[in-house]
């Protein structure tokens, strides 16, 4: 068998208690860390841990999607009879506004993580 080369060479082992493993162990699931040396590897060099709720992100996804079939189908409608009514060019304009709030919304607060 060939030796692995490794990029992390070193290792460091050391002894916790009972409770102190079982506090580590949830913090890892909470922070939702697949490996343990990941986690454990991210805390000793004082990186911060993010735990994002992606579920506003999920919500804006399906709100863009809405809005976009919405502006979808008026354009339909405007190629189908040539006309561009000024009530569909109204539509069309709070649906971008309504974009716009969204993608703001989004976008703010992953600009405070970054903080």
């Known amino acids: 068998m060939s030796e692995e080369k490794r990029t992390r060479e070193k290792q460091i082992k050391f002894r916790v208690t009972e409770h102190e493993l079982d506090v580590i162990r949830q913090r890892k699931e909470m922070m939702n ?12 060099l004082g990186s911060p841990l993010y735990k994002l709720d992606l579920t506003s992100v999920d919500q804006v996804t399906e ?53």
């Open 63 to 115: 709100d863009v999607a809405g809005i976009s079939r919405n502006i979808n189908q008026i354009a339909k409608r405007i190629n189908s009879t040539d006309t561009a009514y000024a009530e569909d060019l109204r539509q069309i304009r709070a649906k971008q506004d309504e974009l716009m709030e969204l993608l703001k919304k989004a976008f703010g607060v992953l600009l405070k993580l970054k903080e």
């Open 33 to 44: 860390y697949k490996s343990m040396e990941q986690y454990l590897r991210r805390v000793a």
